[in-house]
Structure formats: structure tokens, C-alpha cells
């Protein structure tokens, strides 16, 4: 029965935030007719893959789509993966880290980026059932690149 909750529960959260990801961005249409006439449109969530390693993709599928689309359309569907990849990792961070700790004191910290990582996996650690590794990974960088020292991040 557990199992089934999860479940639901996931399904929820997805919906929750690709409702987000369409109100963040207006090239979600566009992303949801090209992309989706062949995949699920939650795979930006699951697939780990950098900014650049989806770019390449995007690029990829424009040369093998028979029908093809623009490159202007491909510039429009990287802006939206790299936006909804933005959102999903900031609500993330809310989600997780406020459970235990006040957020503004979290981001008035401006560490270094190496630091960053080092505090999000030690708190990872602590709370395993909690935060799984590659979403304490993907706090990680997103607070080591929006809240670091600005010459500190790379």
C-alpha cells in the first residue's frame, strides 16, 4: 500500500510542478508539442543532464526529426528545459532544506561553491531518508551558483 502512496504522491509533485514550469515559461508550448509528440514530458525531471548535455540533445533531435524544427524553435526549447530545470531545483531547495532550517539564513551564508557542496552532502548525510544524493547534488550547485561569492562560481 505504501508503495501506491508514493506514487501518488510523485504524481502529484510532478503535476504541481510542470504547472509551474508552464506558468514560468511561455515556451512551454512549444516544448510540449515538439518534444512530446515522441517522449514524456516529465523526462527533463528524470534524465540528469547539464545545461550544455541538453542543448546537445535538443541540437541532436532537430538533425534526426525527419520533419524537423527551427533553429530558432530549438534555441526557444533549450530556454524552456533550462528554465523548468531552474524552477524545479529552486523549489527543491524550499522543499528540503526549510523542513530544518531557515532559508534566509541559508542564502545570506555567500560561500564559495566548494563550500556549498561540502555543507549540502554533509546535510545529505544527516538526513538520507530525507534528501536523496542526486537532489542534495542538484541543491548544491544551485545554491553554489546563485548564492556563492560571484568570482567564487564557474
Not at 10 to 18: A, D, E, H, R
Not at 88 to 97: G, N, R
Request: hydrophobic residues 40%; proline residues 3%.
Amino acid at each position: 500500500m505504501k508503495p501506491f502512496y508514493l506514487l501518488i504522491i510523485s504524481i502529484l509533485c510532478f503535476s504541481v510542478l510542470l504547472t509551474g514550469a508552464k506558468n514560468a515559461d511561455k515556451n512551454f508550448p512549444l516544448f510540449e508539442n515538439t518534444c512530446g509528440k515522441c517522449h514524456k514530458l516529465e523526462r527533463i525531471f528524470v534524465i540528469k543532464k547539464t545545461t550544455t548535455g541538453w542543448n546537445k540533445t535538443v541540437d541532436w533531435m532537430r538533425r534526426k526529426n525527419k520533419n524537423g524544427f527551427s533553429q530558432k524553435d530549438a534555441d526557444k526549447i533549450k530556454i524552456h528545459i533550462n528554465n523548468t530545470h531552474a524552477y524545479y531545483t529552486e523549489q527543491l531547495f524550499k522543499q528540503k532544506c526549510a523542513e530544518c532550517h531557515p532559508l534566509d539564513k541559508i542564502t545570506s551564508l555567500r560561500l564559495p561553491a566548494a563550500q556549498w557542496h561540502n555543507l549540502v552532502l554533509r546535510e545529505q548525510a544527516k538526513a538520507i531518508t530525507w534528501i536523496a544524493l542526486d537532489e542534495a547534488q542538484d541543491i548544491a550547485d544551485f545554491l553554489a551558483k546563485k548564492f556563492s561569492r560571484p568570482e567564487t562560481y564557474q
